[in-house]
């Protein structure tokens, strides 16, 4: 079933379109919506090996003068560094502003790739074409892109909205387990900070075992999204909320060797850890945080740190953490399962406040 929502954004709308089989109509529907364009498909090796095939049949049959980029897998082609060897191969393709730049990957991919269409040319245009469940689900929709630097994830990007999202969930079938249940911590953050009844969703979801209702959920996740951005797309108010477990989670993934926790399973512990210690000063109400210990455990996530894990060292990184507002973190809490607030807090408190011994 196809469904559609529209995105409208400082008077800039788009679509954000999820149906199975969309990616085997992608041809087609370059070629009706951009007709004379060139497009720079800019994907991972990964995805290259699984799906040139198609690309080659679907893009070349519709007659697309298109350039396929593909860089390694993994947090390492989301670097600064690679920027330039984008621009380089671009303008041997000789890509103009009226041309399209396609992100067909994850996070890492949309990440890159929105960086690269926002700032080749001052601005190109962009659609988002996401392969993993947590693409589809936050890093496809609301423009934020971004590069990692030496110093910390995502310390440089923009706001650059693309011209159209494509969602195919029958990607999230093909996907490996672990691949699969990280991108669950994004989906069991949005019912945790905005919908009671996805979380309660969730749960039904993992009692049955089944995979059904992923279609259901993606959309709902989306339309979460949507309402939220459109209200604050540049994350200075409510779209802090959707950062609820980041906060740490960030922390985490700065400490931690690259391997040692993915994205979201430390968003996962950073969700529990936080939602534990405010429980135990009052903040939260009773029994939320064994609510979502027992959802993450279901869904094959981590809650929390290695026992002799040095707590003060991990949160050292949040002096770099972009939701701070001088020497004030703006800590996503839960009033409840599926309401989340705003919490100040000194960032020099912050080891104190997770401690809960």
Same mark, same amino acid.
């Given at each position: 079933m196809r469904q559609t929502l529209t995105v409208n954004i400082n008077m800039q709308k788009y679509t954000v379109t999820t149906e199975t089989g969309l990616f085997f109509r992608l041809g087609n529907l370059l070629a009706e919506q951009y007709p004379d364009k060139k497009v720079a498909v800019i994907t991972d090796d990964t995805i290259k090996d699984i799906y040139e095939e198609h690309l080659v049949k679907q893009l070349d049959g519709a007659g697309i003068q298109w350039k396929l980029i593909s860089l390694p897998p993994g947090e390492g082609s989301k670097s600064f560094d690679t920027?330039?060897?984008?621009?380089?191969?671009?303008?041997?393709?000789?890509?103009?502003?009226?041309?399209?730049?396609?992100?067909?990957?994850? !996070?890492?991919?949309?990440?890159?790739?929105?960086?690269?269409?926002?700032?080749?040319l001052r601005g190109v245009n962009l659609i988002q074409l996401p392969t993993t469940l947590m693409a589809m689900v936050d890093a496809s929709i609301g423009g934020k892109n971004g590069a990692n630097l030496k110093e910390g994830k995502n310390m440089a990007g923009t706001f650059y909205q693309p011209k159209e999202v494509l969602i195919d969930p029958g990607f999230v079938r093909t996907l490996p387990d672990e691949i699969l249940d990280d991108g669950m911590a994004e989906v069991i953050k949005y019912g945790c900070a905005f919908d009671p009844d996805l979380f309660s969703?969730?749960?039904?979801?993992?009692?049955?075992?089944?995979?059904? !209702?992923?279609?259901?959920?993606?959309?709902?996740?989306?339309?979460?999204?949507?309402?939220?951005?459109?209200?604050?797309?540049?994350?200075?108010?409510?779209?802090?909320?959707?950062?609820? !477990?980041?906060?740490?989670?960030?922390?985490?993934?700065?400490?931690?060797?690259?391997?040692?926790?993915?994205?979201?399973?430390?968003?996962?512990?950073g969700m529990y850890a936080t939602t534990l210690a405010a429980e135990k000063r009052g903040l939260t109400a009773s029994n939320t945080s064994a609510l979502l210990k027992d959802l993450l455990i279901a869904y094959d996530l981590p809650y929390t740190l290695p026992e002799n894990a040095d707590l003060s060292k991990i949160v050292e990184t949040v002096k770099r953490d972009k939701k701070r507002r001088g020497n004030t973190l703006n800590l996503v809490l839960l009033e409840r399962i599926g309401k989340s607030y705003l919490y100040q807090l000194d960032k020099s408190d912050f080891v104190e406040f997770l401690k809960i011994d």
């Open positions: 920027l330039p060897k984008l621009y380089s191969i671009l303008l041997d393709f000789q890509l103009t502003r009226g041309d399209v730049i396609l992100a067909f990957g994850g !996070g890492v991919i949309g990440d890159i790739a929105g960086f690269t269409a926002a700032t080749f969703d969730l749960i039904d979801r993992a009692e049955k075992g089944d995979g059904s !209702g992923i279609e259901s959920i993606i959309y709902r996740c989306c339309l979460i999204k949507k309402q939220v951005i459109e209200q604050d797309y540049q994350d200075y108010g409510v779209a802090m909320l959707l950062n609820f !477990g980041h906060t740490l989670g960030h922390c985490i993934e700065d400490y931690y060797p690259d391997g040692t926790y993915t994205h979201g399973q430390a968003v996962a512990i």
